[in-house]
């Protein structure tokens, strides 16, 4: 027999062996194999049986072993992997490091421990005349047929004060059956605080809920693929339709891989979600995934599902690749949320490919969101995702009050560059009082390199592109990186003349500052990724913050997801511009995104919400929809407007990088490369730049890029793939090629 293997080992070659006699194991499309390449041996996986016509079998090598005994890629996930290698302009073989965890490419050891469970009971009479002789037996005997599944031998024998002699002493008698079994890391599982746990008991449903469930259950049932995006307003109950139909995919016999974003992975969630799918599942257990597990864990989460013994994972962005079998529903909950794009190489976007891997294998992808994309929400009007819309919140609880603050009048005010508002000062000052707490959200991205007038609202955006242009301070310009044009940076205001178009912004820590003089009496506590480095640090601050032990909590968007305090009952945005003016073109809809999020925070208990947004620009219409959580009057507004440039949804955009270390030669390997698409690829896409990165200059690397807008990315991409391939490029140019980026920073 003959395999044709993509080996890992730095190239994209498909490979043939032969498979030697000694080799017992099944080997099918999708085993991980180690192969002689060379002098030395490569993990690969096997992508054909057979090798072409007319080739020199002789002079095949053979494979050197099996890793698993089953495919380690199962066919859709294989056909994932081609598909992504493609789209993405990346390596097949990165493409599958990606998907196979290092642990199961290491092949570390599976850890077994001895596990002890009763195989036959012994009638009274026996029990009674062993019970005189050895009591220490009949102990350990009654505890072990209590137990519905084996129990692991030291554990059990320290638990009972017992000496493994005891054990041995049944297992000769042939009471006992004593085995090696793979432990089972589960993640998570000693790590739910006590009291915390949330009932995991499903809830009856609103007519709402019941008619979206009814939606997904009939699509499930015509096993073929299809998207639904599930559209509901903060506190609608979107969890619970997901659970339902996670229960009907199960009961159907299928597998289910459930996405949400790694922030909303707190410990809390994980239970909740557990036990409530092992409820629905029982005797399956349910995988958790995500960046924190250790080797040992992740192996045995991927073990569990590629062997079938479990069917349904809950994991971040990575989980989409978990070897999940018979797959028939893929839930991506915050399916707007950006975290969901990979930053480094291969770039997926976890949502986009969610999509696919259902295509692949005629499954249903139910993406949902309070504040769906406008890439998905233009699928959905377009007829190709199906929509459903939960437009009550559960117990028709109120959605909370949002008031809008001008601190261009606060400024003028307060005489000074205010960094709270009397309304909001006001507010918490309210909740203090009454011993409800309050989250002050800061939002920091990309803040000083716009140009915001604090006078007017001002901000300098480029003719061009209807994007802000970035501030460079070094040579006192800003330039717009999209398209490359430039302007020197205004001294003063070109609307109002006022100088203070040079605003740079709030920090966390002078909002901190200025609160504690403010609130003396307040408990207050910090939250952002300069405070949190330690993962148990995060975890104490939310659980103080649950107890009631802390007034006020201020910090940035992290501690927004997938949380529920029902105390919270203000939620104030300090500087709802700084997301609105980011050059980028989706700087309207995160701004959106962001205050219908933070304002759904508010009152989740039985207590009506306040939300308090300060704003320089209060006429924006991200802010104006979001008074009153208008997603379809927002998305049709701004959808005009991408319409309007010709921006996605409605067509796609590819990054592409060039960094080196001498600028005048990176500047022209970039125009010349600029010059040949033109020349090959003009009729398909259409170039803005090259032009320098807004951060031109990182570790002693200049940074130049440029922009493909084009209809198709799976006419265009391997096209440019092929390209610059052959591009005769300098040693010290490298090059990355972003598709569809979330984010033009
Ligand atoms: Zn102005
Ligand atoms: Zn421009």
């Known amino acids: 027999m003959m395999v044709g293997v993509h080996p890992l080992a730095g190239f994209d070659k498909l490979l043939h062996y032969k498979v030697p006699e000694s080799v017992s194991d099944p080997i099918v499309v999708g085993s991980l194999v180690r192969v002689p390449i060379m002098n030395s041996f490569h993990l690969g996986i096997v992508g054909e049986i057979g090798a072409p016509k007319n080739f020199p079998l002789d002079k095949l090598k053979p494979i050197a072993q099996v890793l698993y005994p089953f495919p380690a890629l199962p066919p859709d996930l294989l056909e994932l992997a081609r598909w992504m290698s493609s789209y993405y302009a990346a390596g097949l073989d990165s493409i599958i490091e990606t998907m196979l965890p290092a642990a199961v490419r290491n092949g570390i050891g599976l850890k077994q421990d001895k596990y002890l469970s009763v195989v036959k009971r012994p009638s009274p009479e026996e029990y009674a005349a062993l019970e005189k002789r050895a009591p220490q037996q009949v102990k350990l005997l009654r505890f072990l047929e209590q137990q519905f599944r084996p129990q692991k031998k030291s554990l059990v024998l320290a638990r009972l004060g017992l000496t493994a002699a005891v054990s041995s002493?049944?297992?000769?008698?042939?009471?006992?059956?004593?085995?090696?079994?793979?432990?089972?890391?589960?993640?998570?599982?000693?790590?739910?605080?006590?009291?915390?746990?949330?009932?995991?008991?499903?809830?009856?449903?609103?007519?709402?809920?019941?008619?979206?469930?009814?939606?997904?259950?009939?699509?499930?049932?015509?096993?073929?693929?299809?998207?639904?995006?599930?559209?509901?307003?903060?506190?609608?109950?979107?969890?619970?339709?997901?659970?339902?139909?996670?229960?009907?995919?199960?009961?159907?016999?299928?597998?289910?891989?459930?996405?949400?974003?790694?922030?909303?992975?707190?410990?809390?969630?994980?239970?909740?979600?557990?036990?409530?799918?092992?409820?629905?599942?029982?005797?399956?257990?349910?995988v958790v995934w995500h960046s924190h597990l250790s080797e040992g864990e992740r192996l045995d989460g991927w073990l569990a599902l590629a062997t079938g013994e479990a069917r349904v994972v809950v994991g971040a962005r990575s989980a989409i690749f978990a070897p999940v079998r018979n797959l028939r529903l893929i839930v991506v909950d915050e399916e707007h949320e950006p975290a969901y794009k990979q930053d480094e190489t291969p770039r997926y976007h976890g949502r986009d490919v969610a999509v696919m891997r259902a295509k692949?294998?005629?499954?249903?992808?139910?993406?949902?969101?309070?504040?769906?994309?406008?890439?998905?929400?233009?699928?959905?009007?377009?007829?190709?995702?199906?929509?459903?819309?939960?437009?009550?919140?559960?117990?028709?609880?109120?959605?909370?009050?949002?008031?809008?603050?001008?601190?261009?009048?606060?400024?003028?005010?307060?005489?000074?560059?205010?960094s709270l508002s009397r309304k909001l000062l006001d507010a918490m000052h309210a909740r203090l009082e009454r011993r409800e707490q309050t989250i002050l959200f800061i939002n920091r991205r990309g803040y000083s390199s716009a140009m915001l007038c604090t006078k007017c609202?001002?901000?300098?955006?480029?003719?061009?592109?209807?994007?802000?242009?970035?501030?460079?301070?070094?040579?006192?310009?800003?330039?717009?990186?999209?398209?490359?044009?430039?302007?020197?940076?205004?001294?003063?205001?070109?609307?109002?003349?006022?100088?203070?178009?040079?605003?740079?912004?709030?920090?966390?820590?002078?909002?901190?500052?200025?609160?504690?003089?403010?609130?003396?009496?307040?408990?207050?506590e910090r939250m952002d990724t300069d405070t949190m480095s330690k993962k148990n640090r995060f975890r104490e601050v939310l659980s103080q913050f649950r107890a009631g032990k802390i007034d006020i909590l201020i910090g940035t968007q992290m501690i927004g997801k997938g949380l529920d305090f029902p105390n919270v009952t203000l939620v104030g945005l300090i500087d709802a511009d700084i997301s609105m003016h980011i050059p980028d073109f989706r700087a309207n809809e995160r701004t959106f995104q962001l205050l219908v999020q933070v304002a759904g925070r508010a009152g989740r208990g039985d207590r009506a919400g306040e939300v308090v947004v300060q704003t320089f620009t209060p006429q924006a219409e991200a802010i104006q929809f979001s008074r009153h959580a208008d997603y379809g009057g927002f998305a049709a507004a701004e959808l005009k407007i991408r319409k309007d440039f010709n921006y996605p949804p409605y067509r796609h955009?590819?990054?592409?990088?060039?960094?080196g270390p001498n600028p005048e030669k990176l500047k022209f390997f970039a125009e010349q490369w600029a010059k040949l698409i033109e020349k090959e690829l003009g009729d398909r896409v259409e170039l803005r730049g090259p032009s320098a990165s807004p951060i031109e200059k990182i570790k002693d690397e200049y940074r130049w890029?440029?922009?493909?807008?084009?209809?198709?990315?799976?006419?265009?991409?391997?096209?440019?793939?092929?390209?610059?391939?052959?591009f005769a490029w300098p040693d010290d140019i490298t090059q990355v090629i972003d598709v569809d980026p979330v984010n033009l920073m």
């Open 169 to 286: 002493a049944l297992v000769k008698r042939g009471l006992v059956h004593e085995e090696l079994r793979r432990v089972e890391r589960i993640a998570y599982d000693d790590d739910v605080e006590s009291g915390e746990l949330v009932a995991s008991q499903p809830h009856v449903l609103n007519a709402e809920q019941a008619a979206a469930v009814a939606t997904v259950t009939a699509e499930l049932a015509r096993e073929k693929f299809g998207v639904s995006l599930l559209h509901g307003i903060t506190g609608s109950g979107k969890t619970e339709v997901y659970l339902r139909a996670i229960d009907t995919a199960l009961k159907s016999g299928g597998g289910v891989v459930f996405l949400v974003p790694e922030v909303a992975l707190t410990p809390q969630t994980v239970a909740r979600l557990r036990s409530r799918l092992e409820a629905i599942a029982p005797g399956h257990r349910c």
């Open 705 to 726: 890029q440029l922009w493909y807008f084009t209809n198709s990315v799976t006419k265009v991409v391997p096209e440019i793939a092929r390209l610059r391939a052959d």
């Open 360 to 418: 692949l294998s005629q499954a249903i992808c139910l993406l949902g969101s309070a504040t769906p994309s406008l890439e998905s929400f233009a699928n959905a009007q377009a007829g190709k995702y199906q929509l459903i819309e939960l437009r009550q919140r559960v117990d028709s609880r109120k959605l909370p009050h949002i008031d809008i603050v001008d601190l261009r009048i606060e400024a003028l005010k307060q005489r000074t560059m205010p």
């Open 457 to 524: 609202g001002h901000t300098e955006e480029c003719a061009h592109c209807s994007i802000a242009m970035t501030y460079h301070r070094a040579d006192e310009m800003l330039r717009c990186h999209l398209c490359g044009d430039q302007k020197p940076a205004p001294l003063r205001c070109p609307k109002c003349g006022a100088p203070e178009i040079r605003w740079k912004g709030l920090g966390t820590q002078r909002v901190e500052e200025t609160v504690r003089r403010m609130l003396p009496k307040a408990r207050i």
């Open 653 to 659: 955009l590819i990054h592409h990088l060039f960094r």
